[in-house]
């Protein structure tokens, strides 16, 4: 089992910039990898980044050199580094760990971007 937290979030103008963070506990030594996914009202929940146990990347095309991910591992918490945010960021995100095959979800968080 993995448990996330997650923080960040809010309402921000387009332009602006927010940080989510994702801790994990519990069986955390088994993490293959740790990333962010967003839903927004009447859409499918899409995968924004990732990170792999080896440091290795990956961005949905319409958040590419304006969203940067990372980790810490000693504590196994990941960031999300949101800057030029526009109001198609608007959604609910949610933190994402790949163990062993399982998947497991944060609560989620809202972030709104005005115009």
């Known amino acids: 089992q993995v448990q996330l937290v997650e923080s960040g979030g809010g309402l921000v103008q387009a332009g602006g910039s927010l940080r989510l963070s994702c801790a994990a506990s519990g069986n955390i030594f088994r993490i293959y990898a740790m990333g962010w996914y967003r839903q927004a009202p009447g859409k499918q929940r899409e995968l924004v980044a990732q990170?792999?146990?080896?440091?290795?990347?990956k961005y949905v095309d319409s958040v590419k050199g304006r969203f940067t991910i990372s980790r810490n591992s000693a504590n196994y918490t990941a960031y999300l580094q949101m800057n030029s945010l526009k109001p198609e960021d608007t959604a609910v995100y949610y933190c994402?760990?790949?163990?062993?095959?399982?998947?497991?979800w944060g609560q989620g968080t809202q972030v709104t971007v005005s115009s």
């Open positions: 990170i792999t146990r080896g440091g290795s990347t």
């Open positions: 994402n760990v790949e163990v062993a095959g399982s998947d497991y």
